[in-house]
C-alpha cells in the first residue's frame, strides 16, 4: 500500500508553526517597562494646555448667564400666571 501525503494540512501547519515564531520574536522585539516613576512622568506633562483654560471659563460663564436667563423667564411666566387668577 502506498502511503498519501496531506498536503494542504502539512502547509497549515507549517504556516501555523510560522504565526507562532513571528508572534514570540514580535513580543520580544518590544522593550519591557522598568522603574517606571508615575508621578514624575504625570509631572513632566504638566497642569493640562494652558490655551484651554481660558476658553472652558467663558463656555462656562456663559452657560450660566444663559441658565439664569431661562430661570427668570421660568418665574417671571409663573408670577403672570399667578396674577392672572
Known sequence: MSVTRLKRKHRKNIAR????????????????????D???LKASFGGGRPDIAPKTEAIAAAIHESEAATEAAANSGLSQLESAD
Do not use: C, F, G, Y
Open 17 to 36: 508553526a510560522n504565526n507562532k515564531q513571528r508572534i514570540i520574536k514580535q513580543l520580544l522585539l518590544t522593550p519591557v517597562l522598568k522603574n517606571v
Open 38 to 40: 508615575l508621578d514624575e
